[in-house]
């Protein structure tokens, strides 16, 4: 069984970067894709960014295009989210989350295995 850890939260001004981290074990990153999503408080969990397992293919919701850039390293076990640029609408938990290795999807009911979230929180 997978297992997810994130890293890197904290709280920065309107305009700063943060960058997280995802530590994938007990088994290799490379079997999934992997997606970020966030929840505020009171509002749903919602896409954040996506990756295939190979890096090959990046999706992003649309508020976060041009700020935010998820990548990976499969030797290192470990997903990023690069997040410049931040907006106080971007606080919220943030949870990586791993899917299918061939299927790489937005919605959270696709993927099986989740950290327990880092908080982000953006001053203005």
């Known amino acids: 069984q997978v297992q997810l850890v994130e890293s890197g939260g904290g709280l920065v001004q309107a305009g700063g970067s943060l960058r997280l981290s995802c530590a994938v074990s007990?088994?290799?990153?490379?079997?999934?894709?992997m997606g970020w999503f966030r929840q505020a408080p009171g509002k749903e969990r919602e896409f954040v960014a996506a990756i295939s397992w190979s890096g090959g293919s990046t999706y992003y919701r649309d508020s976060v295009k041009g700020r935010f850039t998820i990548s990976r390293d499969n030797a290192k076990n470990t997903v990023y989210l690069q997040m410049n640029s931040l907006k106080p609408e971007d606080t919220a938990a943030y949870y990586c989350?791993?899917?299918?290795?061939?299927?790489?999807?937005?919605?959270?009911?696709?993927?099986?295995?989740w950290g327990q979230g880092t908080q982000v929180t953006v001053s203005s």
């Open positions: 007990g088994r290799t990153a490379s079997s999934y894709s």
């Open positions: 989350a791993a899917g299918d290795r061939f299927r790489v999807v937005t919605t959270p009911t696709a993927f099986g295995s």
